[in-house]
């Protein structure tokens, strides 16, 4: 969710003068109460618990003299990454990109165990349907724009997607 859409929501409670809200999706859970209180949690974030620090064992106090240790030399320096090597990427300029109309969860297939609507490689018409965009419980499929070859899928079957990220390259025909 984006700040736009938070911001649209926040004005639609106001408007209509909503005293709770709470929305869930695949991704995440919204809850937002009249008087200030929001709540966000991600769903698929892991719950990362630190054990707490323990204090150092007290030192017993000397009143002698004691010897000041030599002053430690600095720490190396992290190491450095490794450069990154560049690896030439294909020429996408060619390519028609199929883009999420929508915020949601991406989907292959019209169910878990039924075929895919395309895979790369497959040749499409236009209008033809390549995939299906769960948005708050709703099934949108999207369809192709152009006639042509699926060149690449750049997103996994499950994924979030969020709007206007590429999901398919098609080869015009």
Do not use: W
């Amino acid at each position: 969710m984006n700040a736009k859409e938070l911001k649209s929501i926040l004005q639609a409670l106001q408007e209509h003068e909503v005293s709770e809200l709470t929305l869930e999706t695949p991704d995440y859970k919204l809850t937002i109460k009249r008087g200030g209180e929001v709540q966000y949690v991600a769903a698929p974030a892991p719950v990362v618990i630190q054990p707490p620090a323990v204090a150092p064992a007290a030192q017993p106090v000397s009143h002698a003299p004691v010897a000041t240790p030599a002053p430690t030399p600095a720490a190396a320096p992290a190491a450095t990454p490794a450069p990154k090597v560049e690896t030439p990427k294909e020429d996408t300029s060619k390519y028609v990109e199929v883009k999420a109309p929508i915020v949601g969860t991406f989907y292959r297939a019209p169910s878990p165990d039924a075929e895919p609507f395309v895979k790369e490689g497959d040749t499409v018409k236009k209008g033809q349907v390549l995939c299906i965009i769960e948005a708050m419980k709703l099934m949108n499929e999207i369809e192709s724009e152009v006639s042509g070859v699926v060149r690449k899928i750049l997103v996994a079957n499950g994924e979030p997607i969020e709007y206007g990220q590429v999901l398919f390259l098609i080869e015009p025909a």
